[in-house]
């Protein structure tokens, strides 16, 4: 279970980067005793439509909760795009790097080459800003599927050990409801690349349209998705709602052995 922190301030109620900073490690801290195995820590949203984050403004946002959990019981990761931020996080201690845009960033594939961290690699189609004005695919399992096999080649060239990959099939980025359904339905052909499978569904607007939900009522949905997605051979599940999954899944542990 790998529960997600946040670090963005909210423009809203005009509360800047410092607090948002204490309120993330506040809420990591809340993540780690209800039973989180990993925290994935971000400083710019790929909701679709958000915007870019400038380099100064990430760092600032995610290096000071990284250094406040370095020592924490459970691992960190980072979630970022831009080789900076990994190499400083890679410095803070983190040590999975969550990459949206799978190292196809300059300078991406060396920090992970030589520091030896873990990597999630995911599929996108397009940019968060616009990537959901029109998903097209032809096939979309097969063109996530040999999108995902290219990145490892490459990660592999690079003298990045199997070990320290992971891939997702990037749910919600760049792809309609239909291409959501198809590749949580075929995640089998994930899990058969022998590398560690993430999923991240927790409250997405797929379960929304599914439930017809806002973001703030998808709880119950995420789980039953959660539980479906380990069924399915999902290794790692990026979720808010960690206490809850965590349930689900300790029951589907023990009703499936
Ligand atoms: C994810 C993921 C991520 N999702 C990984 N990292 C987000 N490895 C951020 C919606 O449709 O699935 N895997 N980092 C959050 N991105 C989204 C995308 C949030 C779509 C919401 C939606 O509502």
Redesign the pocket.
């Known amino acids: 279970i790998m529960g997600?922190i946040n670090v963005t301030p909210d423009s809203f109620s005009d509360q800047g980067r410092y607090a948002a900073s204490e309120k993330a490690i506040e809420h990591a801290i809340k993540l780690i005793a209800d039973g989180a195995d990993l925290l994935?820590i971000?400083g710019e949203?790929?909701?679709?439509g958000s915007a870019y984050v400038s380099l100064d403004e990430e760092l600032n946002r995610v290096i000071p909760v990284i250094e406040a959990l370095k020592s924490a019981a459970i691992p960190i990761s980072v979630?970022t795009t831009k080789p900076e931020v990994m190499q400083a996080a890679v410095q803070a201690g983190v040590s999975m790097i969550?990459?949206?845009n799978a190292l196809r960033t300059e300078g991406a594939l060396k920090i992970i080459a030589e520091s030896g961290v873990m990597v999630?690699l995911?599929h996108m189609q397009g940019l968060?800003k616009t990537m959901?004005d029109n998903p097209l695919y032809a096939d979309v399992v097969s063109e996530v599927r040999e999108f995902l096999q290219q990145r490892i080649q490459i990660a592999q060239d690079w003298g990045i050990s199997n070990d320290q990959l992971?891939i997702?099939?990037?749910?919600?980025?760049g792809k309609t409801l239909q291409h959501?359904l198809e590749l949580f339905r075929s995640l089998d052909q994930f899990t058969t690349l022998n590398i560690p499978v993430?999923?991240?569904?927790?409250?997405?607007?797929?379960?929304?349209t599914i439930t017809g939900n806002d973001?703030n009522h998808r709880t119950y949905a995420s789980i039953a998705a959660a539980v479906l997605a380990a069924e399915k051979g999902a290794k790692i599940l990026?979720v808010h709602d960690v206490k809850a999954t965590k349930e689900a899944i300790l029951v589907f542990n023990a009703l499936n052995r």
């Open positions: 997600i994935d971000g949203s790929s909701r679709p979630d969550n990459d949206i999630c995911m968060p959901q992971v997702d099939p990037g749910f919600g980025f959501n993430m999923v991240g569904v927790s409250r997405k607007s797929m379960l929304g973001v990026r």
